[in-house]
């Protein structure tokens, strides 16, 4: 594994974070602003990168190789929320953030780090293999991702509510669709593919600097102080990966296939639990505080993850 690597690509995004902290200060960023660019990667951006995923492959692909990881990713998105419901419980979080705790346990940076991460280790091409984790993420996260964060802004913490509504977005939309593009093999023309990869490339400086917007608007204190972030990232970032470990070598002979699985379940938080706790009404500020620790804490977990699991 190329540690130097994995170094590089946390400093380009934590770069990204201080330029929005920078715009927050600066007033050029603020509510409005943060809000308007939140529904901009939410319903456009962030589905154009899935598309992108599958339609921007390159090469021929290994189809056993596809199967097996499309069944690792689903058994892994059904694990994830069952572990994260018990530990939610266990460590008796309060019910007004329970929805978001859940998410930052399901939902690691697969997209916005574990990309760009993967293709300087393993090249271009694992991209496509990369992005089926990607797929399975966002059908979770557009649908139950959604639903669990909502209901910590109903009244009293109230229990699961299924919204309709709230599976019936451009998000779940597309990822569908690039399951239905991938298996069938489409092409689509050049052009069409060079516009949606260039919507899609604003995804991660935009996501980043929102959430350095949001952390502007803390006292510094709040993001090193709250106990509560801590006990996430040693759960989410070391435990649950070293908990997982075993079972996904016993089911898991190619070596390549565990790497990258494994390199998926090592993320820090996801960054879109901002976006999410911000759009629908849940602590956005505890979400930014776990995203930001994680990702800073994540320079010394992964390579402490691979160098005890590889």
């Not at 330029?19 to 456009?44: E, F, H, N, P, Q």
């Not at 109230?158 to 998000?171: I, R, S, V």
């Not at 075993?246 to 976006?275: E, G, R, W, Y």
């Not at 911000?278 to 620790?293: I, Q």
Request: one cysteine or more.
């Amino acid at each position: 594994m190329q540690i130097d690597v994995i170094i590089n690509q946390l400093v380009i995004l934590f770069i990204l974070i201080g330029v929005g902290y920078i715009l927050r200060k600066t007033k050029i960023m603020g509510d409005a602003i943060d809000s308007g660019i939140t529904k901009l990667i939410i319903y456009c951006t962030m589905p154009a990168m899935v598309l992108n995923s599958v339609i921007s492959r390159t090469g021929e692909k290994d189809v056993s190789l596809v199967i097996e990881l499309i069944i690792i990713a689903f058994a892994m998105y059904t694990i994830l929320p069952l572990i994260a419901f018990v530990i939610t419980k266990l460590l008796r979080i309060d019910k007004s953030i329970q929805g978001i705790y859940q998410y930052l346990l399901i939902f690691a940076n697969v997209g916005f780090m574990g990309f760009p991460l993967v293709s300087a280790i393993f090249g271009p091409d694992s991209i496509l293999y990369a992005g089926i984790f990607n797929m399975f993420f966002n059908l979770l996260a557009y649908s139950y991702g959604v639903i669990i964060v909502s209901n910590d802004s109903a009244s009293e913490g109230a229990g699961f509510k299924l919204n309709a509504k709230a599976l019936l977005t451009p998000g779940i939309s597309v990822s569908v669709l690039a399951l239905v593009l991938f298996f069938l093999d489409v092409r689509v023309p050049s052009m069409i593919g060079e516009a949606v990869n260039y919507v899609g490339s604003v995804t991660t400086p935009l996501a980043m600097m929102i959430i350095g917007s949001t952390l502007a608007k803390m006292n510094p204190k709040e993001v090193f102080t709250d106990i509560r972030v801590y006990v996430y990232v040693i759960v989410r970032s070391i435990l649950i990966p070293l908990a997982l470990f075993p079972l996904i070598k016993f089911l898991i002979k190619d070596t390549f296939s565990l790497q990258i699985t494994f390199i998926m379940l090592a993320m820090p938080a996801a960054s879109t639990s901002v976006l999410y706790a911000k759009e629908y009404g849940s602590d956005e500020s505890f979400a930014a505080r776990c995203v930001f620790l994680s990702t800073l804490l994540s320079v010394l977990t992964i390579p402490l993850l691979l160098i005890i699991c590889f």
